[in-house]
């Protein structure tokens, strides 16, 4: 166990005292908040990105950006849903400079396979179509449709997270889903 300014470091403290004490100057302390949510949130931006380096770029920022703006964060016992919020945003600020056209073919099989190494009901052969489909989708569609079905989040978490409401979400995820069943047959004629 690591000591840090007299305080042990344990992963099992709860967001708000992490939080608190990095606020109170234990820098180090951000080390767990960052331990906590790296995986989860690195396979969402690799799925969303298309590879592993824009991905961490985006992660990267976004805990740079969350740690800046630590003291403002209002609820500090939602500290993931906040961090989420920002990696989202990253997110979306990342695939609209690179352009739809670049995101047409995800060449990173090493992202991809760590990317679902935590969802083993992606099937293999899959795989490398599944993440193509999902890169034609709209962005917002991606979105949703990653949250809702890869992270498995609830439609008000999602709204919580995204500041849309839920019917539109629920559209978003409906279009989602027809335009990859559509994207996905073509590739089994």
């Not at 931006?45 to 969350?66: K, S, T």
């Not at 997110?91 to 670049?102: D, H, L, M, N, P």
């Not at 990317?115 to 293999?124: G, K, M, V, Y």
Request: with cysteine.
């Amino acid at each position: 166990m690591a000591i840090s300014q007299g305080l042990p470091l344990q992963s099992d403290n709860d967001d708000a005292e992490i939080v608190a004490r990095v606020v109170a100057g234990d820098t180090a302390a951000y080390a767990i908040l960052v331990g906590r949510y790296r995986a989860q949130f690195t396979r969402y931006a690799v799925r969303m990105l298309g590879n592993r380096e824009d991905a961490e770029e985006a992660l990267q920022d976004a805990f740079l950006r969350a740690y800046r703006s630590l003291a403002k964060c209002d609820d500090p016992v939602r500290f993931g849903s906040w961090l989420f919020r920002i990696l989202a945003n990253r997110c979306r600020t990342a695939g609209t400079r690179r352009g739809r056209r670049e995101r047409t073919f995800v060449r990173d099989d090493v992202a991809l396979l760590d990317a679902s190494e935590e969802h083993p009901e992606d099937q293999t052969a899959w795989r490398e179509e599944i993440q193509r489909a999902l890169l034609m989708l709209e962005e917002d569609q991606r979105e949703a449709f990653l949250l809702k079905h890869v992270e498995e989040l609830g439609y008000e978490e999602i709204a919580e997270l995204t500041g849309v409401g839920v019917s539109a979400l629920k559209m978003r995820v409906k279009r989602a889903c027809e335009r990859l069943r559509a994207l996905l047959q073509e590739v089994q004629r």
